[in-house]
């Protein structure tokens, strides 16, 4: 659950900083408040839905390689006398 919630913050502080780079770069491309911020509100929603899947999925890609090389050790490996 904690990974879940990390992932959330996470999520939430790219949206704040990817509307301010939206903003930024539409107002400087328009020169329009209004049409910078509907720029800068919808593509950062858009784009944080698809980061929060995508640490998502990374999440269980990186578990899916510990998983693999577990069974390789315990598959594979040779008591050591003490």
């Given at each position: ?18 509307f ?24 950062p ?31 594979c ?6």
């Amino acid at each position: 659950m904690q990974t879940i919630k990390r992932d959330l913050l996470k999520t939430i502080s790219f949206a704040a900083l990817h509307f301010g780079v939206a903003f930024t770069v539409a107002y400087a491309l328009t020169g329009s408040i209004a049409i910078a911020t509907s720029i800068g509100l919808i593509e950062p929603i858009a784009n944080t839905f698809a980061f929060y899947f995508h640490e998502r999925a990374w999440r269980r890609v990186d578990g899916r390689a510990a998983e693999r090389n577990n069974r390789v050790m315990t598959c594979c490996s040779i008591p050591i006398a003490r």
